[in-house]
């Protein structure tokens, strides 16, 4: 059975870092792409950054310079370092996986097969 488990989130103040965590489990990962996104209450959920299987990168404007991802292969881990939150980070985050290698780091929910329950992350103000 395939599950994506993420862990690490929680409550932080404006200006302050947590590291989520992504645990793959069921098959191989290696050459999907994995991404993190999010959703706050009220709204869609979006893109947040992705990580292929040559280690290229990609990020949403809105975290450029602030977050960063990074994968382990050999434990299929993926991670999110978040620093610098904002208030406006506050979200449940969510790690997904392609069913299949790409070479494109993706952005778009439709391209991710497997998901994740969710963190939630708060950032107070």
């Known amino acids: 059975q395939v599950q994506l488990v993420e862990s690490g989130g929680g409550l932080v103040q404006t200006g302050g870092s947590l590291k989520l965590s992504c645990a793959a489990s069921?098959?191989?990962?290696?050459?999907?792409?994995m991404g993190w996104f999010r959703q706050a209450p009220g709204k869609e959920r979006e893109f947040v950054a992705s990580?292929?299987?040559?280690?290229?990168?990609d990020y949403a404007d809105s975290v450029k310079g602030r977050f960063t991802v990074s994968r382990d292969k050999a434990k299929n881990l993926v991670y999110l370092q978040m620093n610098s939150l904002r208030p406006e980070d506050t979200a449940v985050y969510y790690c997904?996986?392609?069913?299949?290698?790409?070479?494109?780091?993706?952005?778009?929910?439709?391209?991710?097969?497997?998901w994740g329950q969710g963190t939630q992350v708060t950032v107070s103000s």
């Open positions: 997904a996986a392609t069913q299949s290698w790409d070479p494109v780091c993706g952005s778009r929910l439709s391209e991710y097969y497997y």
């Open positions: 990580i292929n299987w040559s280690y290229g990168t």
């Open positions: 069921g098959r191989a990962f290696s050459n999907s792409v």
